[in-house]
């Protein structure tokens, strides 16, 4: 199967979600959100940097239960018009 590369649109809209999750994380350890969305610490990382720019839905669902965030502020902060 072959990827289709990433718009740069893409790149940014993975960086805005990456900024929201490591906000609403606040102090609380990478690993101990990580552990509770059940997911590795690594892969939480890579989202918080935008390194993983197009994370997988139940990804996001369980980061954002775990966050205590609803998929609609999720979704509307990576919307290209939530670029301030």
Known sequence: ??????TP???QRGERLGVLLRE???ERS???VATA???SAE???KIETGRIPT???????????????????????TRP???P
């Not at 199967?1 to 990433?6: H, I, T, Y």
């Open 37 to 39: 969305a059940g997911i």
């Open 24 to 26: 609403a994380r606040g």
């Open 81 to 83: 018009s939530a670029v």
């Open 9 to 11: 649109a893409d790149r």
């Open 43 to 45: 892969t939480l990382r």
């Open 55 to 77: 994370p997988a839905f139940f990804t996001v669902s369980a980061l954002a239960a775990t966050l205590d965030l609803s998929l609609d502020t999720l979704a509307g902060a």
């Open 30 to 32: 990478l690993t101990d």
């Open 1 to 6: 199967m072959v990827r289709v590369p990433l």
